[in-house]
C-alpha cells in the first residue's frame, strides 16, 4: 500500500474539512461563477491537459494548428501587458486564430496589437474572457467589469502545463507553460498558476491566488483568496496561507500566518 506522506499537520487542520466545505463553494459557484451561470470545469480522466466548453486548452476544441476551428465567441484577454502577451502565446499555441481574441486595455492607444484588436472594457459586448493581470485585487475589479459587460469567464490552459486528470479548474483559471499542477488540487475562479510554477496533490487555491513563475507549492496547502506568491518562493506541504497575503520573491513559508501579511525571507516572517 503506498506511504502517504502528509505531514501530521496537514491531517490536524483537515485537507477533507477544507475540501467538503470548498466542494459546497463550488456547489453553489464564486460570486462571479453565480451570476453568470458559469458550471465548474472537472477534468476529464486520463488527459493531460483536460478539455471542456470552459476550458481553452487542448486542440480538440479548436482542431489541429494548419485547420483552427472557429471559435462561437470571441475571447477577451483583459490587460495587454506582458502577462496579456503570455496567454496570448498560450492561445495561440492551442491555437487560437488572431482575429478571435480581443485584447482588453484602456491604456493601450494601439487599435491592434500582436495582430490582435484592443478594445477599452466599455465596449466589450458579451464573448469569453480571461483577466491577465497578476495583482489578484486588481484583477478582481477587472472580472467584475467584465461581468457588468455581459462576458463570461474561461480557463485558459497552455497545452505545454501539465494538470492532473483529476484536478478541477474553476471558469477564469490560466495556467501557463511548464507549469505542474498535480493530482486533487483545486484551482478556484480567477485563480493563475504561472509558467514553471508546482502545485503539490491535495492543494487548493482560493479565488484570484496568484502563483507566480517557478514558485513550488507542495502537497496538500490551502491557498487564500487573493493570495499572491512570489516568483521562486515555497510553500511548504500542510501550509495554510491566509486571505490577501503576499508571499515575497524567494521566500519559504513553513508555518501558517493569518490572513493580510506580506511575508518575506527563509524562513518568510
Ligand atoms: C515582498 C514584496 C511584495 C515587497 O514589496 P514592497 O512592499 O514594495 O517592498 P519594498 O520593495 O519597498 O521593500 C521593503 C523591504 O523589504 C525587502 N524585500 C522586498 N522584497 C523582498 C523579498 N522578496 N525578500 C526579502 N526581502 C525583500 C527590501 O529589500 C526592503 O528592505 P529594506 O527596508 O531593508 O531596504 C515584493 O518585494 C516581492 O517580493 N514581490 C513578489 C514579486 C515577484 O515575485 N515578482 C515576479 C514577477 S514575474
Not at 484592443?118 to 497578476?134: K, N, Q, S, T
Not at 478541477?168 to 483559471?173: E, F, R, T, Y
Request: one cysteine or more; aromatic letters at 4%; proline letters at 6%.
Amino acid at each position: 500500500m503506498p506511504r502517504r506522506i502528509d505531514s501530521p499537520r496537514s491531517w490536524r487542520t483537515g485537507v477533507f474539512a477544507i475540501t467538503r466545505r470548498r466542494t459546497d463553494h463550488l456547489d453553489r459557484g464564486s460570486e462571479v461563477g453565480a451570476r453568470q451561470g458559469v458550471r465548474r470545469v472537472r477534468a476529464p480522466r486520463l488527459c493531460q491537459t483536460p478539455s471542456s466548453p470552459n476550458l481553452i486548452n487542448t486542440r480538440q476544441e479548436f482542431g489541429v494548428r494548419s485547420h483552427p476551428r472557429s471559435l462561437s465567441t470571441p475571447v477577451h484577454v483583459v490587460g495587454a501587458g506582458g502577462l496579456g502577451r503570455e496567454v496570448l502565446d498560450a492561445l495561440f499555441a492551442v491555437p487560437v486564430p488572431a482575429d478571435e481574441l480581443v485584447f482588453v486595455d484602456d491604456h493601450v492607444r494601439n487599435s491592434h496589437l500582436h495582430g490582435v484588436a484592443v478594445l477599452r472594457p466599455e465596449d466589450v459586448r458579451g464573448g469569453r474572457f480571461i483577466v491577465a493581470v497578476g495583482d489578484p485585487q486588481l484583477r478582481r475589479d477587472l472580472c467584475a467589469r467584465m461581468v457588468q459587460q455581459g462576458a463570461s469567464a474561461t480557463a485558459v490552459v497552455h497545452p505545454a502545463a501539465t494538470i492532473a486528470h483529476d484536478a478541477v479548474l474553476a471558469p477564469g483559471c490560466l495556467v501557463l507553460a511548464n507549469a505542474y499542477v498535480s493530482t486533487g488540487t483545486r484551482l478556484e475562479a480567477h485563480s493563475q498558476v504561472q509558467y514553471n510554477a508546482t502545485i503539490g496533490h491535495d492543494t487548493s487555491l482560493g479565488e484570484f491566488a496568484t502563483v507566480l513563475p517557478g514558485a513550488n507549492v507542495a502537497g496538500s496547502a490551502a491557498l487564500g483568496a487573493d493570495v499572491l506568491i512570489g516568483s521562486g518562493s515555497s510553500v511548504l506541504q500542510g501550509i495554510e496561507v491566509g486571505a490577501a497575503t503576499t508571499v515575497g520573491a524567494g521566500a519559504v513559508v513553513t508555518k501558517h500566518h493569518p490572513p493580510g501579511r506580506v511575508l518575506v525571507g527563509v524562513p518568510a516572517r
